[in-house]
């Protein structure tokens, strides 16, 4: 697995989680974080380009924020305000060829980009 996420869990609604991901394994210009809620299509949440450009989904903009490292080895997404709306299964990605945060945002990651396994994050009513 070239990119590894961790930090999931349970929390209550209103509660704050961080989400990390090593990309340390792959030459990447773009990162960020995707989720799948049970029975919905994959989204994107978060995206950081080359040039330290953000993306994010409306829905989390004001209560998530995608920042990396100084090696930019590592990603993290910084969780709060939790919603119950906001569970899901939250997978991290990155490509060697979207530069910008907007184009993996709305493109996600090509044929020789990367997913992570994905980690579980549940927000209790």
């Known amino acids: 697995v070239q990119v590894v996420e961790s930090g999931g869990g349970l929390v209550q609604a209103g509660g704050s989680l961080r989400l990390s991901c090593d990309v340390s394994r792959v030459v990447y210009a773009s990162a960020g974080w995707f989720r799948q809620a049970e029975g919905q299509e994959r989204e994107a949440v978060a995206t950081?380009?080359?040039?330290?450009?953000?993306s994010y989904s409306d829905s989390v903009k004001g209560r998530f924020a995608l920042y990396r490292d100084a090696t930019k080895n590592t990603l993290y997404l910084q969780m709060d305000s939790l919603k119950p709306e906001d569970s899901g299964i939250y997978f991290c990605?990155?490509?060697?060829?979207?530069?910008?945060?907007?184009?993996?945002?709305?493109?996600?990651?090509?044929?020789?980009?990367?997913w992570g396994q994905g980690t579980q994050v549940t927000v209790s009513a």
């Open positions: 990605v990155a490509d060697p060829g979207l530069a910008e945060s907007r184009e993996l945002f709305i493109l996600s990651p090509g044929p020789h980009g990367w």
């Open positions: 950081i380009g080359m040039n330290d450009d953000t």
